[in-house]
């Protein structure tokens, strides 16, 4: 698994799926995209609040200067495992929030959404 995608977006990253980003979509596509339930962006902010602070943590581990390539899979392999626990615990695969944080970054309003779920539920 490569280290975790830094992205843009204020709520944090991809939740370390090993593939390099998605091409980002147009706004016409994101206006086109289906619709995302209240209960969907619910989950997805709670999901996103969770792994941010996973994501700043792995980043920290991994930028350590003494870290040797066995430890940076080890770390990476928690990563991955505590993500996937976060997305289980909320109902989305890893697929899903890919999916759902590519709509958040090229859709305002359903950024804003997600802003406010997570402000919502803190």
Same mark, same amino acid.
């Given at each position: 698994m490569s280290a975790p995608q830094q992205q843009s977006s204020p709520m944090g990253m991809g939740a370390g799926q090993g593939q390099s980003s998605p091409m980002p979509m147009g706004p016409a596509q994101a206006q086109n995209s289906p619709?995302?339930? $209240?209960?969907?962006?619910?989950?997805?902010?709670?999901?996103? @609040? +969770?792994?941010?602070? !996973?994501?700043?943590?792995?980043? +920290?581990e991994l930028g350590a200067k003494?870290?040797?390539?066995? $430890?940076?899979?080890?770390?990476?392999? +928690?990563?991955?495992?505590?993500? $996937?626990?976060?997305? @289980?615990?909320? +109902? !989305?695969?890893?697929?899903?929030?890919?999916? !759902?944080?590519?709509?958040?970054?090229?859709?305002?309003a359903f950024a804003q959404q997600v802003e406010a779920a997570i402000k919502a539920h803190p």
């Amino acid at each position: 698994m490569s280290a975790p995608q830094q992205q843009s977006s204020p709520m944090g990253m991809g939740a370390g799926q090993g593939q390099s980003s998605p091409m980002p979509m147009g706004p016409a596509q994101a206006q086109n995209s289906p619709p995302v339930s $209240q209960a969907e962006v619910n989950r997805f902010a709670a999901a996103v @609040s +969770q792994i941010k602070p !996973l994501n700043e943590q792995i980043h +920290q581990e991994l930028g350590a200067k003494n870290v040797s390539a066995a $430890q940076r899979e080890a770390l990476m392999k +928690q990563y991955g495992a505590k993500v $996937q626990e976060v997305l @289980s615990a909320h +109902q !989305l695969t890893v697929q899903e929030y890919g999916v !759902l944080m590519n709509k958040a970054q090229t859709d305002p309003a359903f950024a804003q959404q997600v802003e406010a779920a997570i402000k919502a539920h803190p």
